[in-house]
């Protein structure tokens, strides 16, 4: 077969709506691995099923492999893909036994073949440079009150803040709103005025820092949806462009066409 053909059949929905569901079947059979009374009753079956599933997987990536040549490996997704079918061939025995559980990560092939979950993924991705400067930020917001509660706290409360490492820690716990008001209670009764070091630190760490992480993502996500549509623009500009040229090359032949036709008839009807 023709590598157009090969290609045209493993890109068709149905083929890859057959993947798909091929990925959350494998990912329900693996998950229910872990019953050792459904292994007991059913596990031959389930481990006949995985491999049924792991050869398909093993068939596809071949195909694309041919379809594409080394073009393949250009795509991080198509790697992705190889490495985690990959990993699913190797011996499941010995030190390698470990390998086994790594089956589950098949199911992240749903990121590859569903487009609006890929589309969440690479935004995050993209995002990731940016998301890096909110890290910086909240690690100098953490270091500042962390100085300031081991200061102000550690001497009456030494669990929590008696050193900069036990006041990051419970900073954290404060920052993620679990079990916060605890802590933060049982401080004011001692110090009334720590109500402002704590909802300081919780508006600055909590909700102002989660908006901007909220804020950079949408903004990455709108950046990704507008270069979409300029690709997807251009590409329709190309299409008519060509589409108007082929016209005026048959316009042009057509008047030609017409020009040869009436020069004969001028001779025809000159001919005596």
């Known amino acids: 077969m023709k590598r157009e053909s090969i ?148 001497s009456a409360f030494p669990e929590w803040f008696g050193t900069l490492w036990a006041s990051m820690f419970s900073l954290f716990q404060i920052m993620t709103l679990e079990g916060w008001a605890e802590i933060a209670r049982s401080v004011m009764r001692k110090y009334p005025m720590s109500n402002i070091y704590f909802i300081s630190f919780i508006l600055i760490a909590s909700y102002t820092t989660l908006n901007i992480f909220i804020a950079i993502v949408v903004n990455t996500m709108a950046e990704i949806q507008q270069k979409i549509s300029t690709q997807e623009s251009e590409k329709i500009g190309g299409l008519i462009q060509d589409e108007n040229e082929e016209l005026r090359n048959d316009i042009r032949n057509l008047k030609e066409q017409i020009i040869r036709l009436e020069e004969k008839l001028s001779r025809k009807i000159n001919i005596p």
């Open 7 to 154: 290609l045209e059949f493993v890109e068709k929905n149905s083929v890859q709506n057959f993947i798909i569901t091929l990925i959350i079947l494998n990912s329900i059979t693996i998950g229910m691995e872990t019953s050792s009374a459904i292994m007991n009753s059913f596990g031959n079956m389930l481990l006949l099923i995985d491999k049924i599933i792991l050869t398909i997987f093993v068939i596809e990536i071949l195909l694309k492999l041919y379809a594409y040549g080394f073009g393949f490996f250009r795509s991080g997704w198509n790697v992705f893909d190889f490495t985690i079918v990959s990993i699913a061939l190797l011996p499941a025995s010995g030190a390698l036994a470990v390998l086994r559980s790594l089956r589950i990560f098949r199911s992240l092939r749903l990121i590859k073949n569903l487009p609006r979950l890929r589309f969440i993924v690479e935004s995050l991705l993209l995002s990731l440079p940016s998301i890096g400067w909110i890290f910086v930020l909240l690690t100098l917001v953490f270091y500042v009150f962390s100085v300031i509660g081991t200061k102000l706290f550690g």
